[in-house]
């Protein structure tokens, strides 16, 4: 039997899902994790699910998930993403990956088609960070405890449990959310590239083999203060030098210690005092350093290390960083990687084999069970941003894959 995925339906879900949180003045879509718009999307997602016939469940941590039931009691098969979205987002990130494991369940049980293995649906809650990120996935991976729970807040100080409370929830029962690994056999996710690889190559699906660790640094160079014309050039602790020279050794720290999947950003930068006729006493920046490998990223960290510290020593100037966050990177399941290629041959897809630099829900989920990831193309690369955008075409192509990926997994 040939299935394949309504597209019209897909993009009726789209339509209606961006209209909830949009802002009419940018045409951006605010559904950050627990806001009202964002319990108003979960609420719709429920509707759609009973109106394809099935049963919508909200579990602890309040992801959202529906089942479509196997003829065995083997361990099942997860498809989805989130809903929550950064504050101004496009129409797709996350909610493209539910919509198209809504499709897929809504085509099977349409069809009469009944798995070996129950697949189901999950939309998980505050993946992009209104509380840190990952909140509803850590939760089914059990990587939350009490004392997170209590003190997690957003950048307005607001606590995620009262956030939770005020919507009826109790905020222990993320706590329950928690999954027996023993029943996922794998967990499926179909997001947007974020990234421009697909458009530029014009292919319709990525399979992504690995997904990238990161580490996040906040670094302090500090020098001393003086006045611009008196102080000759020589006897300057000119703190912007330092990191004008470190900024400069990224390509060859990358070079000779990363892989050509390294990325190395200083994406903020403050100069103190901060004044035109001033040489810089201090400078705080932000370092976002992201490989596949966690060797190479503890090579790149070393690395880092020793360049800070030769050109303190050089420029006659203290250093201190703080590592802010690691997040170890994660390998697509093999065997799941080699069926979706096969599939994407069989359904004769422009496809690319590819890593992703963005962090996702797999990530988490790569920790307990095997996971798999689709990507379809993101237009000139944009996203986080109203003009986020994928063609109907990639959507449909992505979707199919991941119909016929899901009866795979559930059928062998
Ligand atoms: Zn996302």
């Given at each position: 039997m040939d299935l394949s995925v309504n597209l019209e339906r897909i993009k009726n879900d789209i339509h209606e899902l961006a209209q909830?949180?949009?802002?009419?003045?940018?045409r951006g879509i605010y559904r950050m994790a627990f806001t009202d718009a964002d319990m108003e999307g979960k609420r719709w997602l429920k509707d759609r699910i009973e109106h394809a016939g099935l049963e919508p469940r909200t579990d602890g941590a309040v992801n959202v998930s529906a089942e479509l039931s196997g003829a065995t009691d083997q361990a099942r098969i997860l498809v989805g993403s989130h809903i929550d979205t950064v504050p101004c987002a496009g129409a797709l990130d996350g909610t493209l990956g539910v919509i198209v494991a809504l499709e897929c369940l809504r085509c099977l049980r349409e069809q009469g088609v009944v798995p070996e293995r129950t697949i189901e649906l999950i939309a998980f809650s505050d993946e992009e960070g209104?509380?840190?990120?990952m909140f509803g996935s850590q939760a089914v991976c059990g990587q939350l405890n009490p004392d997170v729970l209590a003190t997690l807040s957003d950048l307005d100080g607001v606590l995620l449990g009262d956030e939770l409370r005020r919507h009826?929830?109790?905020?222990?029962?993320?706590?329950?959310?928690?999954?027996?690994?023993?029943?996922?056999a794998s967990y499926l996710e179909l997001h947007i590239e974020q990234g421009p690889v697909l458009d530029r190559g014009q292919k319709s699906v990525g399979i992504v083999d690995e997904i990238t660790g990161l580490f996040t640094w906040s670094v302090n160079l500090k020098g001393e203060a003086n006045h611009a014309g008196t102080t000759p050039m020589e006897m300057r602790h000119d703190a912007f030098m330092g990191l004008a020279d470190f900024a400069s050794a990224i390509p060859r720290i990358l070079d000779e210690n990363?892989?050509?999947?390294s990325r190395a950003t200083i994406g903020k930068a403050q100069i103190l005092p901060?004044?035109?006729?001033t040489v810089p006493g201090i400078v705080e920046f932000s370092l976002d350093v992201r490989d596949t490998s966690p060797e190479t990223l503890a090579d790149l960290g070393n690395a880092f290390r020793k360049a800070l510290s030769a050109i303190a020593r050089r420029r006659n100037l203290m250093f201190e960083f703080q590592q802010k966050s690691y997040l170890p990177p994660v390998a697509a399941d093999p065997a799941i990687v080699k069926r979706l290629l096969r599939q994407a041959e069989r359904l004769e897809l422009t496809h690319l084999q590819m890593h992703s630099g963005a962090a996702h829900d797999a990530q988490i989920m790569g920790s307990m069970v095997p996971v798999g990831m689709i990507f379809v193309p993101s237009k000139n690369g944009q996203?986080?941003?109203?003009a986020e955008w994928t063609s109907w075409t990639d959507i449909e192509a992505g979707a199919n894959l991941m119909l016929h990926s899901l009866m795979d997994l559930a059928n062998g």
């Open positions: 909830i949180g949009r802002c009419r003045d940018d209104r509380f840190g990120g009826g929830f109790d905020p222990l029962g993320a706590l329950d959310a928690a999954r027996d690994p023993e029943t996922i990363g892989s050509a999947r901060g004044a035109a006729n996203s986080h941003s109203p």
